[in-house]
């Protein structure tokens, strides 16, 4: 990449390690923290043993947002041999650690942070628009960022979980709602909307929440941008494979990838829930 600019993220983005570090991607692994003992994610423990630890514990994983002094520790390492620092990460809604960097960030003259707004896959999508554009090599690091935040109220993050066991768990849910949804059989879909998680349609079926994501991107497929798309899940195989089989009958296979939710994120929504991200050209009048 663009010795120019250097993009610092977290565990929480959701994109391959092996594809990051290729692209000299910089990432800060969160700690969870379960049974007595912390682990970095995507390091020390991956998803599946994570929710086996869950299974194992009775209660979720603790996300400990990290320290501005350790953010700080970090720009450090590259404020001098770049010219410029981006760093994206978990949206200011879901964790305190946005604060962090910007408490960090606030000590250094060339460092960008970006407030995602968003979380796993939706984060990604992000990245993924933040590397095109150091590689291209035509933007400072201040016009990514604004591009970027232009970009952030564009992106469509959904996914639909399997079981309420999980936000139960974690407090996101009340035990008659659990009761009341596994007896219906609902399967909820969740939006990430203005930087908050909220429930948005609530279909009776697996596949009818599948079918229903599907419906709400083919419906705008004259205004999805095309450099990807992106089925993300923890631990939905044959979902992942009938979603990516549905939407290539719609976009090209080259830009629709697939994704693993790490435990920062899928750990509290459960191993079969599965999402479908992608990122609008523009706001329509029914979208705004």
């Known amino acids: 990449m663009d010795k120019r600019i250097k993009l610092i993220v977290d565990s929480s983005v959701d994109l391959p390690q092996e594809f990051l570090r290729e692209k000299d ?14 682990y970095r994610d995507g390091v020390d423990i991956d998803t ?17 947002a990290m320290s501005p002094f350790e953010i700080e520790e970090c720009f450090n390492m590259y404020a001098k041999e770049y010219e410029s620092i981006i760093y994206i990460g978990l949206g200011s809604g879901f964790s305190s650690n946005h604060q ?11 460092v960008y942070p970006i407030d995602s707004m968003n979380l796993s896959g939706g984060t990604g999508l992000l990245v993924l628009k933040i590397i095109k554009f150091i590689e291209e090599g035509k933007m400072s690091a201040l016009e990514i ?3 970027i935040e232009r970009i952030v109220p564009l992106v469509r993050c959904q996914f639909c979980v399997d079981t309420l066991k999980y936000l139960h768990m974690g407090g ?11 007896a219906l059989h609902i399967k909820p879909i969740i939006a990430v909307r203005d930087g908050k998680m909220e429930i948005t349609k609530k279909p009776m079926g697996y596949k009818k929440a599948l079918d229903i994501m599907l419906s709400d991107i083919i419906d705008q497929k004259d205004n999805v941008d095309l450099d990807h798309i992106l089925v993300t899940h ?3 195989d044959s979902d992942a494979v009938y979603l990516k089989r549905e939407l290539s009958k719609y976009f090209d296979k080259s830009i629709i990838m697939e994704t693993r939710a790490g435990g920062t994120v899928a750990t509290h929504c459960g191993p079969r829930t599965i999402g479908v991200l992608y990122i609008l050209k523009e706001l329509k009048e029914k979208e705004v």
């Open 25 to 38: 991607v910089h990432i800060m692994h969160f700690r969870v923290s379960i049974g007595g003992k912390s």
């Open 234 to 236: 923890p631990w939905a």
């Open 145 to 147: 960022k604004e591009e």
């Open 100 to 110: 962090s960097v910007l408490i960090a960030a606030s000590n250094f003259d060339n």
């Open 48 to 64: 599946i043993g994570l929710f086996g630890l869950i299974d194992e514990n009775k209660q979720l994983p603790k996300t400990s």
């Open 172 to 182: 996101r849910c009340k035990s008659t709602t659990k009761y009341i949804a596994s």
